[in-house]
């Protein structure tokens, strides 16, 4: 395919900072001890099933999924349990985590470890699902959204799309990129099975353009396999956001407070679809994921394949420490990433980088008059106006921020990387929604 | 000390000083051209404008707002350029101090400074002087290279003066009006012509535009549809009238035209803020020049047509807007 498509509102171009794109996926290792929190998705937190002092497995599983839109948690190590309580998380907060001393690597008997590539799909709809559920996978392009709620389709809705999200539009971020030069049979393999829990035959890979090998390895791979095809979609942030991802692909646009799927539309990210892989042909619970360690300040920034629970300090201190420069260190991408206030905080099922930025990268000048230059207009991807966001919410006018669609921003934050005059215009949009929810109960 | 902060953490570049600078950076080929058109007199006009606006502002600020100077962003000195621009080389230095008050203190900072004025400050120092001092503000200057240190003031008429005295009955044919006779194009392309300080060169103000659209300051909306307008009703006139006064490269090349409509109307402040609100506001100052310049008592038609829709970009920001995505709702 050689048309390159994009979305047609906004966007931005920050700088890429690609510098881990050529460097392979490596094993972390395994730290000495792990913490595994028991909320790693969308969702009620996961009923803890150890105590103190059990033996666990790589795979065993140590909380189960609370209802419907919750996810099952599975240790990534083997060892002993030493604490099930409250540890300080990555924003400083007590998180009920499980505490594991790595003893071994000894896995669950079920998982097949083998590097054979399983193609045939014996399994039922209801088989597969039931194994992705019991597999802990959840969406790990960021909203940890659980996949088997995502993959059920209600009657009423018929889905004729499925997209493999493999835009990555963040800044440094390769992990996405990487997988899908490494594990690229087993991604197609992934939008097969999906295919088959849907009932469709045809899966389009979205890339963007700025991935080449990517693009090249799944155009070799997609032409033995009928109905998955590559788009190459033109370098542009916010790409990888669903609903943009939607316009970009099939020119659908989802309704304002509608699904994906109110279009016939179904978008999994590709880091997900490899975990589906590995639930369904190899039952291989989600206990590891791909983490790209990077940033300016980083000096020896890599891809590494990491057990969920690994404290990010620990992956840090691999690349080569924290240098005295570094003034932040990032969790996700620069864009819509946290700044950690715990850098031993675990990697999670969501986790998709760590990042060491200087103060030069992410120092942020204080807020100065707006000088209506419209450039938040034109980069907002929804069509919203976050400068009137801004005033509105300042001044509290909550039905004004309702009228102005305040509840359509997806917090990409284009507006606030674009703004001259420095204005936290993301912290007001999300303030502003934050605002009318509350009204709405 | 590990540093915390929202999301997110990357900025561009271009922050407000920056994007001051660069319309500065835009202005100077045209500033360079009047020099050398109008000698060391337009010098001192571009000078004393500058600093009397960025006098004023900071005066204003730090002892009647008592306030942090914010002069350092830039935005002064860009109205004081463009308030020299409009001037001609001939002002008196103390007529130049009172347009930089009416353009800072009235216009800037009487509405609460940068970001709130609703009319062009610069255009309403102009408009104050050219009311108040019809003489001085429109006695012309010969351009020449030759004299640069020559302050002898030889007068001189702008292209739009002289269309405006051709007599409608014998202007079909004739392109000589009165005294004097109208430039060629290439004269008022490179802007050998006279007028104002800034106006003259349309050559050197789209260096200017070219320079604002590669460091995308600002979008080619404004500019291409002001111009647009203005030359395509002039043409329409001109085809149907084959009346001289209507010749359209002629008013596409003189006046203020290509000055209002690369650095004034573009203003951030001033004008609207999406897409179809500027090209609403660009049409209807194109209408506006073509309607004063042709059917009114002034030559000139930019300055004000600028400032009446100034006033209506609160209006047009109300009604013209992206679409939201994912809705109907234009």
Redesign the interface.
């Known amino acids: 395919m050689t048309n390159k498509k994009t979305f047609s509102?906004g966007g931005?171009h920050?700088?890429k900072y690609k510098i881990t794109s050529d460097c392979p996926i490596t094993d972390a290792g395994l730290p000495e001890t792990v913490y595994i929190p028991v909320k790693q998705h969308i969702g009620s937190p996961a009923k803890i099933l150890v105590k103190k002092g059990d033996k666990v497995k790589v795979g065993t599983l140590l909380a189960d999924a609370d209802g419907i839109v919750s996810s099952d948690v599975h240790s990534s190590v083997s060892g002993e349990v030493t604490k099930v309580e409250e540890v300080e998380g990555e924003f400083g907060y007590l998180e009920s985590m499980i505490t594991i001393k790595v003893e071994g690597d000894e896995f669950e008997p079920s998982i097949d470890r083998s590097d054979d590539i399983v193609k045939e799909i014996p399994f039922t709809h209801d088989e597969i699902i039931e194994k992705i559920r019991s597999a802990g996978v959840v969406g790990m392009g960021g909203a940890g959204y659980p996949t088997p709620v995502k993959t059920s389709v209600p009657d009423n809705k018929k889905i004729d799309c499925l997209i493999l999200n493999g835009i990555e539009c963040e800044?440094f971020l390769t992990a996405d990129d990487r997988l899908m030069v490494e594990k690229a049979e087993q991604i197609v393999i992934g939008a097969k099975i999906i295919n088959k829990i849907l009932g469709i035959q045809n899966a389009v890979i979205a890339i963007d353009e700025n991935k080449p090998l990517a693009i090249e390895t799944l155009t070799q791979i997609t032409k033995r396999y009928i109905g998955v095809n590559v788009q190459i979609c033109k370098t542009k942030y916010p790409q990888g956001g669903e609903?943009q991802l939607i316009?970009a692909v099939t020119g659908r646009?989802?309704?304002?407070?509608?699904l994906p799927m109110d279009v016939g539309c179904i978008v999994q990210n590709v880091g997900t679809v490899f975990a589906i892989y590995e639930a369904v042909m190899k039952n291989k619970p989600l206990f590891e994921r791909i983490v790209t360690v990077s940033g300016d300040e980083c000096k020896n920034p890599q891809n590494f394949r990491v057990r969920i629970g690994t404290p990010a300090s620990w992956l840090i201190e691999k690349c080569g420490g924290i240098s005295d420069d570094?003034?932040?260190?990032?969790f996700g991408g620069?864009?819509?990433?946290?700044?950690?206030?715990n850098?031993n905080a675990p990697i999670t099922k969501l986790t998709s980088g760590i990042?060491l930025?200087s103060?030069r990268?992410?120092h942020?000048?204080p807020e100065?008059?707006?000088?209506?230059?419209?450039k938040c207009?034109?980069a907002?991807?929804?069509?919203?106006?976050p400068?009137l966001i801004a005033r509105y919410t300042k001044e509290n006018m909550i039905a004004e921020l309702r009228d102005i669609?305040v509840l359509?921003c997806i917090?990409c934050?284009s507006c606030?990387?674009?703004?001259?005059?420095?204005i936290?215009l993301?912290?007001y949009c999300k303030l502003g929604k934050m605002e009318v929810k509350k009204t709405k109960k | 000390m590990l540093k915390i902060s929202t999301a997110p953490h990357l900025h561009s570049s271009a922050d407000t000083d920056t994007l001051m600078r660069g319309v500065i950076i835009a202005m100077l080929p045209a500033a360079l051209v009047a020099v050398l058109f109008f000698g060391i007199g337009a010098l001192k006009v571009i000078l004393t404008s500058v600093a009397a606006c960025v006098l004023w502002e900071y005066l204003i600020v730090r002892y009647l707002l008592r306030q942090p100077s914010t002069v350092h962003n830039g935005s002064a000195v860009i109205t004081g350029m463009l308030l020299a621009f409009n001037l001609p080389p001939t002002i008196p230095a103390w007529m130049i101090l009172i347009g930089a008050f009416m353009a800072i203190g009235v216009a800037k900072m009487a509405f609460g400074g940068l970001g709130k004025n609703l009319f062009n400050p610069a255009l309403v120092g102009r408009v104050f002087l050219f009311i108040s001092f019809p003489v001085q503000m429109t006695t012309w200057m010969k351009p020449s290279i030759r004299d640069f240190l020559n302050t002898d003031v030889q007068s001189g008429a702008t292209t739009l003066g002289i269309l405006k005295h051709i007599d409608a009955s014998s202007s079909a044919t004739s392109l000589t009006g009165g005294a004097e006779s109208l430039p060629d194009y290439g004269q008022m392309f490179v802007g050998y012509t006279g007028g104002s300080l800034g106006e003259v060169s349309a050559l050197a103000l789209l260096l200017g535009l070219a320079y604002m659209l590669y460091k995308k300051i600002i979008t080619w909306h404004i500019p291409f549809y002001y111009i647009g307008t203005v030359f395509l009703m002039t043409g329409i006139m001109w085809l149907i009238t084959g009346d001289i006064r209507y010749e359209p490269l002629t008013h596409l090349l003189s006046g203020g035209l290509m000055l209002g409509a690369i650095f004034m109307a573009t203003d951030y402040v001033t004008s609207p803020m999406s897409v179809n609100g500027k090209i609403v506001f660009a049409v209807g100052c194109g209408i506006l020049t073509f309607v004063i310049r042709l059917y009114s008592a002034y030559p000139e038609g930019v300055s004000f047509a600028i400032l009446i829709m100034n006033a209506f970009v609160p209006l047009i920001d109300k009604f013209y807007y992206p679409r939201v995505f994912g809705t109907g709702r234009k």
């Open positions: 509102i931005i920050p700088d800044p609903r316009k646009e989802v309704p304002s407070g509608r570094t003034a932040q260190i990032i620069p864009m819509m990433g946290t700044s950690a206030v850098v990042l930025l103060d990268l992410s942020k000048e100065q008059d707006c000088i209506r230059c419209g207009v034109d907002c991807p929804v069509g919203l106006r400068f669609n359509d917090e934050g606030a990387y674009i703004c001259p005059a420095r936290p993301l912290d």
